[in-house]
C-alpha cells in the first residue's frame, strides 16, 4: 500500500511514488491505500535505490525546471541550476528594443536552458547555441520549440565566421580537484571541470570572444564565487563596462562586459 511507503525514510519517496504512478502528491495522500501492483513495485524499488545511491532526482525523473520552462535532461547534460537564472534576468534587461532581431550565442548550451529560455522570451532574438557534445545538443534540440540555430564544436570553432550582439555563457569552471566534485559524481565532468583553477575554458572564451562581438556588444559569463578578480583581470585588455552580479546566495556569479 502507497501508506507504508509514505512512513518510509526512503530519500524523496513522495517524489518517487509519483513518478512511478504517474500521480500529484494530492493524489498520492488521498488514495494512501492503494496496493502498488507488481510492475509498480518493481519501478519503484529502483528508484528507491537509484536515489539512496545518490542519483539526482532530475536524472531520475528526466526533467528539471528553469526559469519558466521543463526541460529534459539526460547523464549527457548538466541539470539546470537556478543559479544560472541569474544569466537569463540579466540578458534580458540588456536590450531595451525587445522588437531588435539580436543576435544572441549560448556557448556551451548543455539541454538548451539559456538558449530556449531567452528565445521564447524574446521571439525576435536570433539565438544561436553550441556544444561540443553531440549527446548534449540531441537533448537541448528535443527541448527547444523555437527557431535556434545549433552547432557543434568547441567553443568558438563551433560558428566560425559569425558575431553575435551578445554571447552568454555558462562554461564548466570547477576546479580538477575541487572536493566538491564527489557529490557532483553523476554529472557529466566534461560540463563541470576546467583544469587546476577552474579557468581554462573561461580564459580560451575570453581570448577569442573579440572576434565574435559586434561592435559594442556584450559577453557575459557565469563563473565560481573566488574566481572573480581574476576575470576582470583577463577581461580588461578587450573589454569596458565590466560588471559583477551576486547570485540569490550573495555569492559572487557573473560578469557581464561589452567590447571596447
Ligand atoms: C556548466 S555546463 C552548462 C550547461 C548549460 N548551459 C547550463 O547552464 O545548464 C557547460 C557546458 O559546456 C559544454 N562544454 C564543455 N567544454 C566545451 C567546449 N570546449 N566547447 C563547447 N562546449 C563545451 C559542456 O558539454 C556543457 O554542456
Request: net charge positive; no cysteine.
Amino acid at each position: 500500500m502507497i501508506r507504508k511507503y509514505l512512513t518510509s525514510q526512503h530519500k524523496d519517496i513522495i517524489q518517487l511514488l509519483s513518478l512511478t504512478l504517474g500521480k500529484n502528491n494530492a493524489w498520492l495522500f488521498a488514495n494512501d491505500n492503494y496496493q502498488l501492483n507488481k510492475d509498480e513495485i518493481q519501478k519503484l524499488n529502483v528508484l528507491i535505490k537509484n536515489r539512496a545511491n545518490g542519483v539526482p532526482f532530475a536524472y531520475l525523473s528526466g526533467a528539471k525546471g528553469f526559469y519558466h520552462l521543463d526541460f529534459k535532461v539526460t547523464t549527457d547534460t548538466l541539470i539546470p541550476r537556478p543559479e544560472t537564472e541569474l544569466l537569463i534576468d540579466i540578458a534580458l534587461n540588456l536590450f531595451t528594443d525587445n522588437k531588435e532581431p539580436y543576435n544572441i550565442l549560448d556557448l556551451g548550451t548543455g539541454s538548451g536552458i539559456i538558449a530556449i529560455t531567452l528565445a521564447d522570451k524574446n521571439p525576435h532574438w536570433q539565438v544561436s547555441a553550441t556544444d561540443f557534445s553531440q549527446y548534449a545538443l540531441e537533448v537541448a534540440k528535443k527541448n527547444s520549440t523555437n527557431d535556434i540555430n545549433f552547432q557543434q564544436g568547441s567553443w568558438f570553432d563551433a560558428v566560425p565566421k559569425q558575431r553575435f550582439d551578445l554571447i552568454i555563457s555558462n562554461p564548466p569552471y570547477i576546479k580538477e580537484n575541487d572536493p566538491h566534485l564527489l557529490k557532483l559524481k553523476h554529472e557529466p565532468i566534461s560540463a563541470l571541470v576546467s583544469g587546476k583553477d577552474g579557468l581554462d575554458d573561461i580564459r580560451l572564451i575570453i581570448k577569442r570572444a573579440h572576434q565574435h562581438i559586434n561592435k559594442r556588444g556584450y559577453l557575459l559569463l557565469e563563473h565560481g564565487y573566488d574566481q572573480q578578480e581574476e576575470i576582470i583581470s583577463l577581461l580588461q585588455e578587450k573589454f569596458s563596462y565590466i560588471k559583477t552580479f551576486k547570485d540569490y546566495n550573495f555569492k559572487n556569479r557573473a560578469i557581464l562586459s561589452r567590447l571596447k
